[in-house]
């Protein structure tokens, strides 16, 4: 009941900022982008950078299959992780930010995170 309980629990936080400080400026008025995945594992937490959401997306499968990589079939169902993405925008003066976090289980958390990335891919402003 717990594993089933913990497979299911699939929590997605959207926030919407729309001065959010950056680490990115618009140059000439022009569409800039930054986009991160960051995991939590245990007590580890890896971030991953992209300049466009174009490459996050590009990169995404390998990076959230490598959750599964490591992650033994004795250890995936008793495991935690927590994954957020953010996507940044900025255009002229306007700054937007969009995140999902999604928690879940090694097993059913690729899923899960890949759904928040469609998401987040759809909200494209």
Do not use: P, W
């Amino acid at each position: 009941m717990k594993h089933l309980l913990l497979g299911s629990l699939t929590s997605v936080l959207f926030s919407f900022n729309g001065n959010a400080q950056n680490d990115f400026k618009s140059v000439n008025g022009e569409k800039t982008e930054y986009a991160y995945i960051s995991i939590k594992q245990d007590d580890e937490i890896t971030k991953y950078k992209f300049s466009t959401l174009k490459d996050l997306v590009e990169c995404s499968d390998k990076i959230l299959e490598d959750i599964h990589a490591k992650n033994d079939d004795n250890n995936k169902y008793s495991c935690v992780v927590t994954v957020e993405i953010s996507i940044s925008f900025s255009q002229g003066i306007e700054n937007s930010t969009v995140t999902g976090i999604t928690k879940s289980s090694c097993q059913t958390i690729v899923n899960a995170a890949k759904k928040l990335i469609s998401q987040l891919n759809g909200i494209n402003m």
